[in-house]
């Protein structure tokens, strides 16, 4: 539902303050959707913002305790580190096979 045009969401996580809501799906992004313009407008309009960077579907994602970042994994055996105060990635950690696949089969 929050994802237009998408076929299929992946994950779902929720800031630790609930300001916000980090989707991930099939087409290689990461959605983050700010809870306050969604609760004052109509979700049809709201638009998030996208970070990009995997090359495969995003699996996984999970906000830090303070909610300064966010950690995502991707079909495409990567984990990516998320600075959401300049929505950059700052790192990223190539997955062996078994780790990918294990993580894989969690979702």
């Known amino acids: 539902m929050l994802q237009k045009g998408c076929k299929e969401t992946n994950c779902v996580s929720f800031s630790p303050s609930g300001s916000q809501v980090a989707t991930g799906n099939d087409l290689c992004e ?5 809870m306050n313009l ?7 309009n709201s638009k998030p913002l996208v970070l ?5 579907g995003v699996f996984h994602c999970e906000y830090s305790p303070s909610g300064r970042h966010l950690a995502s994994c991707s079909s495409d ?3 990516r580190l998320w600075d959401l105060s300049h ?3 700052t790192a990223v950690s190539h997955l062996a096979d078994s780790l990918a696949e294990s993580l894989s089969l969690q979702h």
């Open 30 to 34: 990461i959605h983050l959707w700010d």
């Open 38 to 44: 969604i609760k004052s407008s109509s979700l049809l």
């Open 52 to 56: 990009q960077g995997h090359a495969g």
């Open 77 to 79: 055996h990567t984990c």
């Open 87 to 89: 929505p950059t990635e």
